[in-house]
């Protein structure tokens, strides 16, 4: 089954500083969301992205896919203590399924 | 508010003993599905479901069931709990291909 993988596994950075994880995906897609989850609760849904779009924003937050690369980027801007969590990528189909990766574990250093 | 209510939080059972986690959201949502999340690796697909009485097998279906008689509810059944089943369990809610909304987890322990 499709499952995406996430790079890098574990990032660490000062409070400010931008965070930026990579997911790749191994079939094609409808979409490709990212969430977060604190430690041990439900995910959040925090961004969607369609096939045939290339770049989109929410607040502090920046995705970008590369359907030509399987590829997508989170990026997390002027990053806060509040934002230490895991983010996954998922990849959607057109058959509903989301296929997660293994996650990114961001911790925010104050 | 929307929601999506997992039943128990936390749940420790022995070997053997049937259990069920129950699942409800309140957003007529046409999809639901079930996961399990273990370290490092992520989260897999148990079943899920596109409507009522219409549930499908997801990557990781062995020794599960589940029943969808309501549009709201999806309880997950472990007929015969193995000590391999201890997991972190979500029930997740979608209305298509869009974004989802995951319940709070159940923490299961069997010994």
């Known amino acids: 089954s499709q499952q995406g993988e996430e790079d890098p596994q574990a990032l660490s950075i000062q409070e400010g500083e931008n965070a930026t994880m990579n997911c790749s995906y191994k079939t094609s897609i409808n979409n490709l969301q990212w969430y977060r989850q604190n430690s041990g609760r439900g995910l959040v849904h925090l961004i969607l992205i369609r096939s045939n779009e290339r770049e989109k924003h929410s607040g502090r937050l920046r995705v970008t896919l590369d359907t030509s690369k399987k590829s997508s980027s989170l990026l997390i801007t002027a990053s806060r203590a509040a934002d230490t969590a895991s983010y996954f990528c998922a990849e959607g189909g057109n058959d509903y399924k989301l296929s997660f990766g293994a996650g990114t574990t961001v911790t925010v250093r104050a | 508010e929307a929601q999506v209510t997992q039943n128990p939080r936390y749940l420790i059972t022995v070997t053997g003993k049937k259990l069920t986690v129950t699942c409800s959201q309140n957003?007529?949502?046409?999809?639901m599905s079930w996961y399990r999340q273990d370290p490092g690796l992520g989260l897999r697909q148990i079943y899920y479901?596109?409507?009522?009485?219409?549930?499908d097998k997801g990557d990781v279906p062995e020794g599960y069931k589940v029943s969808r008689k309501e549009k709201r509810n999806f309880p997950l059944i472990l007929e015969s709990p193995s000590p391999n089943q201890t997991s972190l369990y979500f029930c997740?809610?979608?209305?298509?291909?869009?974004?989802?909304?995951f319940g709070q987890g159940t923490r299961l322990t069997v010994v």
């Open positions: 997740a809610s979608s209305p298509g291909s869009r974004e989802a909304f």
């Open positions: 479901s596109m409507n009522v009485e219409v549930t």
């Open positions: 957003m007529n949502h046409e999809y």
